[in-house]
């Protein structure tokens, strides 16, 4: 988690925008853990991982 809060900070430094993507329940294939989490930017760019 915190590198992706280093990268939100880098994109807000460039002027992107985006929303942090986080599990809230769990349904269907595999676990999810609490602490996935990715960063989607308007440009369509991702960061992290919900696998």
């Known amino acids: ?3 992706l809060a280093t990268v939100a900070r880098q994109w807000v430094a460039q002027g992107r925008t985006g929303v942090l993507g986080r599990p809230m329940i769990e349904l269907g294939f595999g676990p ?3 602490g996935d989490a990715v960063l ?3 440009d369509g ?3 992290g ?3």
């Open 49 to 51: 991982t919900l696998a």
């Open 1 to 3: 988690m915190r590198e």
């Open 32 to 34: 999810r853990s609490l």
């Open 40 to 42: 989607i930017g308007t």
């Open 45 to 47: 760019h991702c960061h």
